[in-house]
């Protein structure tokens, strides 16, 4: 039997601009009744074009943003996102990670720092304790113990966007929410992190929302596709009903207008990891 991790019903987001002397208040309506649901362990990537209102969704998930209505369920509990703000709990269970690598670090922290502060603010786990799981972390995301005591701006983009998925992982969370998190990167580069993230995945059977605008990407990362236009749904399904069968005219030129990347490369890497596992 599946278990969903996470579940949306009916969430709506409306944001109130403008407005002064001679300008009446408008609405902006940024999601409009999405309803979705992630069975543990699967991938739901969530697609369209900038402004849609994907990553108004994704804020909205992790809790950062209030949501306007709708509910919200976590491990089959329900979560206030009328308030927005994660309490602990909801803390350990769900975490983000950004699209940029280059700002989502502290520069002035040493990366034992930035993997160890999670733990610090979340457990009582000591520093020894701390020192020993930062290390074991970066091992699982491809890096070394010799990495522990260096500064941010002295990885690549990919590295540092590794060490941003193992800082997300340190609290053991059930959700991981990714947004754009491949998009800053070279495509040589988001094989390898595209690889990572399947392969944490398979380790410790994480929940992934992706948020994403690249299809060639989400084609070979997401067991469900929903594509969203101007804050609606507007299409929901399978990897394979999406994108063989697509349903909706937004969706269909959404899809001719796309350029075909290297995908080959991606699936073809993939399937490496996937076989020798």
């Known amino acids: 039997m599946s278990i969903k991790v996470v579940e949306g ?10 407005g002064g ?10 999601v409009k009744g999405v309803s979705f ?20 969704l994704a804020r909205i998930i992790t809790l950062i943003d209030p949501a306007t209505s709708g509910e919200l369920f976590i491990d089959g509990n329900k979560v206030d996102i009328a308030r927005g703000g994660l309490t602990k709990e909801m803390r350990r269970k769900v ?9 989502s670090l502290n520069p002035r922290q040493k990366i034992g720092d930035v993997l160890g502060e999670p733990l610090l603010i979340n457990t009582n786990k000591p520093a ?33 966007q590794r060490i941003a998925i193992a800082r997300a992982l340190m609290l053991n969370p059930s959700l991981l929410v990714l947004d754009e998190p491949v998009s800053a990167l070279d495509l040589s580069v988001q094989a390898q992190v595209l690889n990572l993230l399947a392969d944490l995945q398979d380790e410790f059977q994480l929940t992934y929302v992706f948020i994403s605008h690249d299809l060639s ?12 236009y101007f804050g ?46």
């Open 232 to 277: 609606e749904a507007v299409e929901y399904g399978s990897r394979e009903e999406v994108f063989s069968d697509p349903k909706h005219s937004y969706t269909k030129t959404l899809f001719a207008a796309t350029p075909r990347a290297d995908v080959a490369s991606i699936k073809a890497r993939l399937a490496k990891k996937k076989a020798a596992a």
């Open 128 to 160: 020894e304790e701390r020192r020993d799981l930062a290390m074991k972390m970066l091992k699982k995301v491809g890096l070394g113990p010799e990495h522990y005591n260096r500064y941010p701006h002295m990885f690549s983009g990919g590295q540092r």
């Open 9 to 18: 019903k009916n969430i709506v987001r409306d944001y109130h601009v403008g």
């Open 37 to 56: 649901s992630v069975d543990k362990g699967k991938t739901l990537a969530i697609v369209g074009e900038s402004g849609c209102g994907k990553s108004t």
């Open 21 to 30: 002397l001679f300008r009446a208040q408008r609405t902006v309506h940024a």
């Open 95 to 103: 975490q983000i990670v950004f699209q940029n690598p280059y700002g």
């Open 217 to 228: 990407v989400v084609r070979y990362i997401a067991d469900d596709v929903m594509v969203m």
